[in-house]
């Protein structure tokens, strides 16, 4: 089935769509990458153009198909300790506050793709505390990301030698095990445990999570949104930091926190000062029971 290149009219049609659903932004350069990106899912939905799939989409497609399109045309490139040193300062807030008297930290994950963020996070704070030290505390991490098939991969844990390369010997030795005969390793059930999965769409207004988080990564998303969605989603993302809670964004994000009641740390990382944006009223802790309290 031969089909026709997407041209203008319905590249902005798409880039609109996406925006709509996901907040992402697409640049007049992503032309050819939507085209490639849609082709997969008009064979499998089979549409034979651009045109009928839109259409598909804005009328008679269900939900599933949508979230396979969302899924399609959304980045999802990550890997383990990406600004690594951002995790080492989260581990020292830890200990702190762990020295302190503190036992009680949730931490989310608000992009995690296939899990490498929040897994580099744990392992970083098991080298800090000992495994002993991190067993004492009442630790949960979130991780929510709009791609379930990425949360999937994220849950299972389960990660082939290329995706490891950065880690050193004694990491892989320490936080994984071996999983099949492919080569491929897992992270440890201890690790696992710790994190709940939920899929998210950082644009839907309000966030279901009850409760405040100790630290809350979002970072390298922010940057394919416009100006205004930027603005709401950290306003709301810093609404739900603990007093003196740390965010952290990527380092391209980080003229952002002038828009917002939080002061500066590290490049990239900001804490929250006192009480700002919208009380938790009116929202449902249902969709993530895990961090009801």
């Known amino acids: 089935m031969l089909i026709e290149s997407l041209d ?23 032309h050819s990458f939507l085209q490639t990106r849609l082709r997969s899912r008009l064979h499998a939905a089979g549409c034979e153009s651009f045109a009928e799939y839109y259409e598909l989409l804005g009328g008679g497609a269900d939900g599933a198909e949508v979230k ?4 399609a045309v959304t980045t999802h490139h990550t890997f383990f300790f990406r600004e690594a040193h951002h995790f080492e300062l989260l581990a020292r807030h830890v200990a702190a506050k762990s020295n302190a ?15 490498e963020e929040p897994y580099s996070l744990l392992m970083t704070l ?3 505390l000992g495994d002993g030290g991190l067993a004492r ?27 490891l390369r950065g880690l050193s010997p004694e990491r892989l030795l320490r936080h994984f095990k071996p999983a099949g005969d492919g080569g491929s390793y897992q992270v440890t059930r201890q690790l696992r445990d710790l994190v709940t999965h939920a899929e998210l769409n950082l644009v839907h207004r309000p966030f279901p999570m009850k409760g405040r988080f100790d630290a809350i990564f979002c970072r390298n998303v922010l940057i394919y ?21 740390l965010l ?13 009641d939080l002061e500066f740390v590290a490049p990239a990382v900001y804490a929250r000062r006192h009480e700002c944006g ?7 802790p249902d969709a993530v029971p895990a961090f009801a309290s």
């Open 248 to 260: 952290f964004v990527g380092l391209t994000e980080t003229a952002m926190h002038a828009e917002l």
């Open 68 to 71: 396979r399109f969302i899924d």
């Open 101 to 115: 008297g503190q036992t009680r930290f949730r931490f989310w994950s608000a992009a995690c793709s296939t899990g």
């Open 8 to 30: 203008d009219a319905l590249f902005e049609k798409y880039r609109g769509l996406i925006q709509k659903l996901s907040g992402v932004t697409l640049a007049d350069a992503k």
């Open 137 to 163: 505390l009442d630790l949960k991490v979130l991780a929510t990301d709009i791609s379930a098939p990425t949360l999937r991969k994220s849950a299972e844990g389960v990660y082939a030698q290329e995706q």
């Open 126 to 128: 098991a080298e800090r």
């Open 278 to 284: 919208p009380s938790s009223a009116g929202m449902t």
């Open 225 to 245: 949104f416009d100006p205004p969605t930027q603005v709401d989603v950290l306003r709301r993302m810093a609404a739900r930091l603990a007093p003196g809670g």
